[in-house]
């Protein structure tokens, strides 16, 4: 059974939520097990270094109801929240801080990768070689009748437009010097369930090699956000060698439109970027049909 951390009155496990104007909107968080299922590479590799070092690591999957998100139309700065399972025994009306190591890890699903990343200046590491290198200050601290979880550090950036996120958190927490426990959470971030469903069509999906309207017609099927084509501007621009020029992937997208029909190569690459963009989706939408799995019971 899951403890509660009375002091903060959540349950002593990791959360996620965002802060705005608003303020703290902690989305709920469900104990799926006490296991994790497709671990990292990177994330298998620090796991077996703790071992050998003799430091006790737990394991947990967490389900996030965060339809809350879909109100965002691009991205947000998500909060991970990891201050209840640290300060398990926190106590109303008192302060508790430390510094502690805590990473984000991810699979090698570039389309997963680029929606949820450490594009803003409070993010945490991700997929680093060292957790050890990646020190975090924490502290929860009692403020106008209420228990606030500061500092306000623990980020990384998700699209909103993206139904599902799936990731991984590693929190190693000291006392008296020494690293005395850790918790290794896969994270289930579900924003629009329904709208995972209405995507099943790009698994049977096929790149069409001579009518090029039937990839246009399915990159429109795909929605109406402007977050989609943009991941056609990142494909080509890693197709012509990651120049260093604002907007290329965007600029070149535009004269692929309106030259594939009279040179060749331009259809090639233009063709390329659709298998990449599709190939990319069915590894995404895998990850999370597999992820639902793990959740049906809920």
């Known amino acids: 059974m899951t403890m509660v951390c009375e002091g903060l009155e959540l349950l002593a496990i990791p959360h996620v939520g965002i802060y705005d104007t608003q303020g703290y909107q902690i989305f709920t968080s469900s104990p ?96 680093p070689d060292d957790i050890f290198n990646c020190h975090l200050f924490t ?7 209420y ?18 996120h799936i990731f991984f958190t590693l929190v190693l927490v000291p ?29 049977k999906a096929k790149v069409d090699e001579d009518d090029m309207t039937v990839n246009f017609d399915m990159l429109d099927r795909l929605g109406s956000h402007p977050g989609n084509v943009w991941y056609m501007h990142y494909i080509l621009w890693k197709l012509y060698g990651r120049p260093k020029k604002n907007n290329f992937g965007e600029e070149k997208w535009r004269e692929l439109q309106e030259r594939f029909l009279d040179d060749q190569n331009e259809k090639e690459i233009l063709l390329t970027g659709f298998e990449v963009l599709f190939n990319d989706l069915k590894t995404w939408l895998e990850m999370c049909h597999k992820g639902l799995e793990e959740i049906k019971d809920l």
């Open 139 to 145: 502290c929860v601290h009692p403020d106008k009748g």
């Open 175 to 203: 006392y008296k010097g020494k690293i005395v426990k850790g918790l290794v959470t896969k994270h289930l971030l579900i924003i629009d369930k329904e709208k995972i469903g209405e995507l099943d069509w790009v698994c």
């Open 32 to 127: 799926v097990r006490d296991s994790i299922t497709q671990v990292p590479s990177k994330l298998i590799s620090q796991l077996s270094r703790l071992g050998e070092l003799g430091i006790p690591v737990d394991s947990l999957t967490l389900c996030h109801s965060a339809g809350f998100l879909s109100s965002y139309s691009d991205s947000v700065n998500l909060n991970l929240i990891f201050q209840p399972y640290v300060f398990y025994d926190a106590r109303f009306g008192h302060s508790h801080e430390c510094t502690l190591n805590f990473a984000v890890y991810q699979d090698d699903c570039e389309y997963s990768s680029m929606h949820l990343n450490n594009k803003t200046s409070d993010s945490v590491a991700i997929n």
């Open 147 to 164: 228990m606030c979880l500061s500092p306000n550090n623990g980020r990384v950036k998700v699209s909103t437009y993206v139904p599902m």
